[in-house]
């Protein structure tokens, strides 16, 4: 009995096996077909287009592939300019995190002055009012902008991707 035993569980192990085989075959195959399409894209056989434009695109799909590295900005604290008739001083508080590949996260650190300072000159210049009414991911796009205008003035490339909020305090 013991030997039934055995070959019906070996049975049973080979069965399951086959069966996880097949379905890592069965759902590998369509990934499979997409990169082979998508070779074939790059080699020019079915796309017409620029060169430039391909290059571009896998230039930013090799970066966005990179393991990204999170570092935080210290706590970023401006005083906001007031309304008309306002007396009362109001305060906005922001933590950033900035997204970087990991290769340049040295030069990112060292650029973290940096980006505070300009935090500080784009987050000032906003009045009570309209930074209340922001959203978050429009102050996101407003220090991303106020970077890469930065950057671009001074001729250098951004050791990071983004700036992320990673909290924000309007008081």
């Not at 571009?56 to 590295?69: N, V």
């Not at 650029?111 to 996101?140: C, E, N, Y």
Request: charged share 35%; proline share 3%; aromatic share 6%.
């Amino acid at each position: 009995m013991n030997k039934k035993m055995i070959i019906a569980f070996a049975a049973v192990a080979l069965l399951c096996a086959g069966g996880a085989g097949g379905a890592v075959w069965y759902f590998a195959a369509p990934k499979a077909d997409a990169e082979h399409a998508e070779e074939e894209v790059k080699d020019g056989k079915h796309a017409k287009g620029d060169k430039a434009k391909k290059k571009k695109k896998d230039e930013k799909s090799d970066e966005e592939a990179e393991p990204l590295k999170y570092l935080t900005v210290d706590k970023v604290i401006v005083m906001l300019r007031r309304g008309e008739g306002e007396n009362v001083s109001h305060y906005l508080s922001a933590d950033l995190v900035v997204a970087t590949p990991v290769k340049r996260e040295k030069e990112a650190k060292e650029h973290l002055p940096l980006l505070r300072s300009v935090a500080v000159r784009q987050l000032s210049d906003l009045s009570v009012d309209k930074a209340r009414g922001m959203t978050i991911d429009q102050f996101a796009e407003e220090l991303n902008k106020a970077y890469e205008e930065t950057y671009e003035k001074e001729g250098r490339e951004q050791p990071f991707n983004e700036v992320m909020i990673g909290k924000l305090i309007i008081e």
